[in-house]
């Protein structure tokens, strides 16, 4: 375990995480470098066959971070030139990146073509023929895989859900040899793939191997009308641990077993897009208590950062361990953990019980590394929290706490 107590004060690897608050302030994430190492040859190491790990960007697009991946020979799945930038400055190889998303802009596309990537994951047919056109602008061809929709229902989170007819990823199952056909015939297209990806934070990876085989299916079907397919990019997804009495990890031998019995006979490269797997249990965000209040029978805990910094709670409605820094054997509360954000929806936990924090003392909130600091923003003129990487007994910070200078570069009065 990345994060642990010793002698009721909690570590990451071998730095006290009080250590690092006293240093570098609240709010603040930490992560831990020999987590995401780990995750990362724990999920490699679970497949036998040829394959790449392109980690999603999205989930933690720190350069540290990406960097930490890019040195284990990552690839990276990214959905914009802003991740693309990232990812080429941190020193993933053009050639192990995948482009997803489903509103890829002219701009987007010719930045990525100029950097060789490995394929675009198209979305849609007039996304196809805007590639085209733009490859043929610049006198190149292009490789593709389309992103298919399987219809095969992941079991999460409304929100995170991707791969059922009703959502706006993909194309549709039915409708993909059709579009194929039409790629086989484009001069600057060079269809090398399938790609598809049914939701994230799925503890059960059944509905990965439902999905999978349908895919299967469709490459039998693909190569019987003359379309080659040597890529097979299977998504993200795959879930962690949040709530610690009630979630349980899949198991990643398991995941690779099935996915890798759904594609046997094929000659294919395996991609996958793991984001949250990865980093999601290596990061915490270390808060400051505030102030406590109770109105009538509820009693809230005030702490300095909030929706702005994490977002998950307020927009899923998920859930995240919050323990004390330092433990006290204070008497336990059962308490609304709010922020300063002046929104109803600005909490960490409802109803949560927790030992009682102080004034001054600070909470931590476990599973942040996925997904946090990706989608804070600067909501209520709210410089972002810094973030620090640790490595053994050593940690850095890797981006710098925003100042009131950030939150006004670029406007005019
Ligand atoms: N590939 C594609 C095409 C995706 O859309 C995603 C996530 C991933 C890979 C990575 O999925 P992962 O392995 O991390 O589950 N903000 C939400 C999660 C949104 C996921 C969006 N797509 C959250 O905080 O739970």
Do not use: W
Not at 18 to 30: A, H, L, Q, S
Not at 98 to 106: D, I, L, N
């Amino acid at each position: 375990m990345a994060f642990r107590y010793v002698d009721n004060e909690l570590y990451v690897e071998n730095v006290k995480v009080g250590d690092i608050v006293r240093e570098v302030g609240t709010p603040v994430y930490v992560y831990s470098k020999n987590h995401f190492v780990s995750q990362f040859r724990k999920f490699d190491r679970a497949f036998k066959g040829n394959h790449i790990i392109c980690f999603a960007v999205k989930a933690n697009s720190n350069l540290a971070v990406i960097k930490t991946f890019a040195e284990l020979g990552a690839g990276a799945d990214i959905v914009s030139k802003g991740e693309l930038f990232r990812a080429l400055k941190a020193g993933i190889e053009p050639s192990k990146i995948v482009f997803s998303g489903v509103a890829k802009t002219k701009d987007e596309i010719e930045h990525a073509l100029e950097s060789s990537i490995l394929m675009f994951n198209v979305e849609s047919e007039d996304e196809l023929l805007n590639i085209n056109t733009v490859a043929k602008e610049k006198g190149r061809k292009v490789p593709i895989s389309f992103r298919v929709n399987p219809d095969v229902d992941p079991k999460t989170h409304p929100y995170i859900s991707t791969g059922l007819k009703k959502n706006k990823f993909g194309v549709p199952y039915d409708e993909a040899l059709e579009l194929y056909l039409k790629a086989k015939k484009l001069e600057n297209i060079d269809i090398v793939g399938v790609q598809f990806h049914i939701g994230s934070q799925l503890l059960d990876t059944k509905p990965i191997y439902d999905a999978s085989v349908r895919i299967a299916k469709l490459i039998k079907e693909l190569q019987s009308d003359g379309i080659e397919i040597s890529v097979v990019d299977v998504g993200g997804g795959v879930g962690i641990v949040y709530n610690e009495n009630e979630d349980k990890e899949p198991s990643i031998e398991t995941y690779a077993e099935q996915v890798e019995r759904a594609f046997n006979g094929f000659d294919l490269k395996l991609v996958f897009e793991p984001g949250r797997f990865l980093v999601g249990n290596g990061g915490v965000l270390v808060s400051r208590v505030v102030y406590h209040k109770s109105n009538g029978p509820k009693n809230f805990m005030i702490v300095d950062s909030g929706m702005n910094d994490l977002l998950r709670p307020s927009l899923y409605n998920a859930y995240h361990e919050i323990k004390p820094l330092v433990k006290k054997d204070n008497k336990m509360l059962k308490c609304d953990i709010v922020g300063p954000i002046c929104e109803t929806g600005d909490f960490f936990a409802r109803d949560y019980e927790i030992e009682d924090v102080k004034n001054g003392d600070c909470i931590v909130v476990f599973s942040a590394g996925a997904y946090g600091f990706t989608m804070s923003s600067n909501y209520n003129s709210r410089p972002r929290p810094a973030e620090v990487l640790v490595e053994g007994d050593r940690f850095r910070i890797v981006r710098k706490r925003e100042i009131l200078e950030d939150l006004i570069r670029g406007e005019e009065l």
